[in-house]
């Protein structure tokens, strides 16, 4: 089976840095999933982690404990753009992704 | 630039009515996958295809089919809608399973079932 745990809503202010976690429990767990979704519109691709540490690209960087069940988003030098959605998906044996329920972040002046 | 296109943006149907959902996409992809999002809930597999004529339950599949005669256009019907339907519904498209490859989402329909 799989759980996934992520907070329902943040917030931040402009400028700021953003840490949004997420916990999972997944049965022959292989990756995890960041997806990023504006009100409206379609969720697009922001990383993926299989391996223990911390990825960056730009201002956002993920990272993932393999032992801990656990990843977070973090976000830098934050923007109005940002305030968004943001989806936790982690994939098993059969690859196929399950979704968290998402993580409103708020990014105000 | 890839792309994953729906036949709708906003659908009203009535209760009872035969629904069809279409989602095309051009990158040639083995999988494909229609999901629906409600508010709280997150996203939810409805169905998942992993090659012409080839699908799979998902978590919530009740009420729902689904249809892939070609590679590129997967089908969703609802086959007698109900309110508890009413959703934004997404479909999305990856390369094949045995390895874990991102997926691109179409823009979504909004279906209201009155």
């Known amino acids: 089976g799989q759980n996934i745990d992520q907070p329902t809503e943040m917030t931040a202010t402009e400028g700021a840095i953003v840490q949004i976690n997420c916990t999972y429990q997944?049965?022959?767990?292989?990756?995890l999933f960041w997806y990023q979704q504006h009100a409206g519109e379609a969720p697009t691709f922001l990383s993926y982690n299989v391996l223990d540490g911390l990825e960056e690209k730009g201002r956002f960087s993920s990272f993932l404990s393999r032992s801990k069940g656990y990843s977070y988003l973090l976000l830098k030098e934050l923007q109005m753009k940002d305030s968004a959605s943001y989806l936790c998906a982690a994939t098993g044996g059969s690859y196929i992704p399950t979704f968290g329920r998402g993580t409103s972040l708020i990014v105000h002046p | 630039d890839v792309k994953v296109t729906q036949s709708s943006r906003y659908l009203v149907k009535r209760t009872g009515e035969k629904v069809f959902l279409e989602c095309v996409q051009d990158m040639d992809h083995e999988n494909m996958f229609w999901y629906r999002q409600d508010p709280g809930l997150g996203l939810r597999l409805i169905y998942f295809?992993?090659?012409?004529?080839?699908?799979e339950k998902g978590d919530i599949p009740e009420g729902y089919s689904v249809s892939r005669e070609k590679k590129e256009r997967f089908s969703l019907i609802l086959e007698s809608a109900s309110t508890n339907q009413t959703s934004m519904y997404l479909c999305?498209?990856?390369?094949?399973?045995?390895?874990?490859?991102?997926?691109?989402f179409g823009p979504g329909t909004r279906l209201t079932v009155t």
């Open positions: 295809s992993y090659d012409v004529k080839m699908k």
């Open positions: 999305a498209s990856s390369f094949p399973t045995g390895r874990s490859y991102e997926q691109y």
């Open positions: 997944t049965s022959g767990f292989n990756g």
